[in-house]
């Protein structure tokens, strides 16, 4: 098929590639000329694993092109709209500002039989008015809505063969169109739920409301372990094997960052607001609060590690994206931690394998080394935060020889406290004893 991804951003540049390593010729769309010239050349403009040998297999076959100019999307019969739905400057609702001109922009190069397909997260009612802009078009084209349901660092895999698809649409002759554009999943047995376009945006809200709920559910038992001596890890252990909870997102820390589930939740508060059911979602408040107290309670921690002398003491932070995997620090627990605690006087060291750059751009105040151990060496205290294999496996003995102070925050609790303590390190955990 002849595809057309508009917007080439985290979403649109791996359902680009992927589409076209799937057999489809696709064309990606960005007004970002930089951006363009980068994966037109075969370079992923964000570390995805997988994502620069797709990008170039499709390239090298000839079925992949980038584009700034709308007019490549001539000759496609399906138009990908996977442009950004950030948070409004003033609200906590989604600038739909991107979406909009994605259609407006798409009118002219639309014909009879095309067919629409957003793609990104939007609020409940978008999709509805969009397809009343393109029938009041007379291009003949029709909407549906895809959501996407990717994890930064599985998004290739994601994309190729994701859990479910969910297809929202408006005439029920677009489902043809959409199983032949996702024939190999398909053929796979991936589940396939076909539905209007209300319940098919509010699917993808609500997947992320849940994860979301989940974690901040968890870290809330972390903040009742923590003055009762409990342990949460083996709290979360032992409800996860009840299968109806599930142990996967259980994991207490510092809790969830990137550039979905926060502004997810916060969109969503708002549009039931609008709707005027914002009490059937006011629990997604207490949610965003558990979450970010889980970032003051780390550098709490660390002030009660440092005795209360925090001023001009060496403080290692381990890791700064939001999760490991990903270059991505937008809304990121690691980085906030790390500017709080240089906020309370202490000489913050970061590193991390991949997310220094995007880090330094937006604190440019921090110090920050690739080097792993040249951020340990002589530091008084050392506060893992994002969970790089890199962190999770390093040898305490060894880390006791080079750093002053032998103490140490696991903020995921990732590390053996037996091991650390019998290296002769004060361990301290989220939520644990
Ligand atoms: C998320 C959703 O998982 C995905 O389906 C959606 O399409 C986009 O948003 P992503 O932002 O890539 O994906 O990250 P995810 O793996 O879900 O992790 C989100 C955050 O939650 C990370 O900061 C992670 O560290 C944190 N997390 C996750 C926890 O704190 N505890 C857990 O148990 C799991």
């Not at 649109?12 to 696709?26: N, P, Q, T």
């Not at 220094?356 to 110090?367: I, K």
């Not at 890199?390 to 925050?409: F, T």
Request: aromatic fraction near 6%.
């Amino acid at each position: 098929m002849r595809i057309s991804v508009i917007g080439c951003g985290y979403l649109g540049a791996v359902h680009a590639a992927a589409m076209a390593e799937l057999g489809h010729d696709v064309v990606g769309v960005d007004i970002d000329a930089a951006k363009v010239s980068m994966l037109a050349a075969g370079k992923a403009p964000f570390f995805e694993p997988r994502l620069p040998e797709v990008l170039a297999s499709a390239l090298a076959s000839g079925r992949l092109t980038f584009s700034t100019d709308l007019a490549a999307v001539h000759g496609a019969s399906i138009h990908f709209v996977a442009v950004g739905t950030p948070q409004s400057k003033d609200s906590y609702a989604a600038d739909l500002t991107y979406v909009d001109a994605a259609i407006e922009g798409l009118l002219p190069f639309l014909s009879e039989g095309d067919l629409v397909v957003g793609k990104s997260t939007v609020p409940v009612g978008t999709a509805e008015r969009l397809s009343a802009v393109l029938a009041q078009s007379g291009t003949g084209a029709s909407l549906a809505w895809n959501p996407e349901f990717l994890r930064e660092g599985f998004a290739v895999k994601d994309t190729v063969e994701p859990d479910r698809l969910v297809y929202g649409v408006g005439d029920a002759a677009d489902v043809a169109k959409l199983d032949e554009v996702y024939a190999q999943a398909l053929a796979a047995g991936t589940p396939r739920i076909v539905t209007d376009y209300a319940t098919a945006e509010l699917v993808k809200v609500a997947a992320n409301a849940f994860l979301a709920t989940k974690i901040s559910f968890i870290n809330a038992m972390a903040e009742i372990a923590e003055v009762t001596g409990a342990d949460v890890t083996a709290l979360a252990d032992a409800i996860g094997h009840d299968a109806r909870i599930g142990r996967r997102f259980l994991n207490a820390g510092v809790g969830f960052g990137g550039g979905c589930l926060p502004k997810d939740i916060r969109a969503f508060t708002a549009r039931a607001e609008e709707l005027g059911r914002g009490e059937s979602v006011a629990f997604l408040k207490e949610v965003d609060a558990i979450n970010m107290r889980r970032r003051d309670r780390v550098a709490e921690l660390a002030v009660q590690a440092l005795d209360g002398a925090v001023l001009g003491k060496k403080v290692a932070v381990l890791g700064v994206t939001f999760k490991p995997h990903s270059d991505d620090v937008r809304d990121s627990p690691a980085l906030d931690v790390a500017v709080k605690l240089k906020g309370l006087g202490a000489d913050v060291v970061v590193t991390d394998p991949e997310g220094l750059d995007n880090a330094r751009t937006r604190h440019p105040q921090l110090l920050y080394t690739q080097m792993t151990e040249e951020a340990l060496r002589h530091a008084d205290l050392a506060v893992l935060v994002t969970e790089w294999p890199e962190y999770v496996e390093l040898d305490p003995v060894h880390v006791a020889e080079i750093v002053r102070g032998r103490h140490i925050i696991d903020a995921r609790n990732v590390l053996d406290p037996a091991a650390w303590k019998a290296a002769g390190w004060d361990y301290t955990g989220l939520g644990r004893a």
